[in-house]
Each structure stands twice: as structure tokens, then as C-alpha cells.
């Protein structure tokens, strides 16, 4: 995937990589409403007829990105992604896979507060006093808001069935 292995991963890889996702991602768009229909009847457009429209645009943005790197990054050797910026970028991405994977078992609240509590005690360096009681408020928050404030439930796990919270 990289022209420059050594030093890391090319932008033009990195380029070439991302517009393919998002063409993917057109091509699917575009395949779902053809499913619920895609056309013009006597009652107007059908359900998928502006989904097709955008799925089409993402895919010739798609295109447009892909001649894009060809012209413009191609044979530069310009490094997307090298080592350091690998372990910043790790020091994000997983955190956040651990809050995703945390909050399909434990429910979003909890795992929210958790992801804010372990990201200010462990990323951000605050003392465990401050870090805690700011997961749980902004956990608290979100209940607040969500639940009752807007009345749309988020997804729970056994912490919120233990306390009868549904």
C-alpha cells in the first residue's frame, strides 16, 4: 500500500485508499435505492431517487479524488503517515475502539464515562478527583438530556438494568 514502506505509508496510498471507501460507499448508496426505487412516478420521486442522485455525486467525487492523487501526488514520495505520527494517531484511535467496544457491552452511558474518565486520567494527565466525577457528569448529562430532555433512548447495558434504569 506504500510507495515509501520505509518511512511509512504515501499520501498518495493514503488518497487512493480513502476515495476507493467513499466510492464503495456510493456504489452502496446507489445499490439501496435501486432497491426502493430509484425512479419518477405520477406521484413524484420515489423513495430512493434522491438517495441515487447523492450516491452518484459520491461517487464522482470518488473519481474526481482518485484522478486527483494521480495528478497531483503520484511519484512525490511524500509520507502520509510515518512512526511518530502512527503512535499519536494510535494514542486516538484506540481509545475510542475502546469506548465503541465498551459501550456495545456496557451500555453508552457507561461507557462514556468511562471513556472520559480514563481519557483525562490517562491522556490528559488530571488527578483521578477530577477525572472521575467529569466521566460521570458528562455521563449524567447525556442521560439528562437525552432520556428526558429529548426522550430518546441511548443504548444500555447491565449498570443501568441494576439500577432499574430502562
Known sequence: MSENSANGVSRFAVELGVAALTGAFGIAVCYGSLDIGAGWTDMGPDAGYFPFYIG???????????????????????????????????????????FAAASAWLGLYVGTALYIAATMLFQGRYKWWISIPAGLGVSIFFFIVFEIGFQVPLLKGPVE???GIY
Open 56 to 98: 452518484l455525486l459520491i461517487i464522482l467525487g470518488s473519481l474526481a479524488n482518485i484522478a486527483h492523487a494521480f495528478f497531483k501526488h503520484r511519484g512525490t514520495g511524500e509520507v502520509f503517515l510515518d512512526g511518530a505520527r502512527s503512535r499519536v494517531v494510535a494514542s486516538f484511535l484506540l481509545p475510542v475502539a475502546a
Open 161 to 163: 438494568a441494576w439500577f
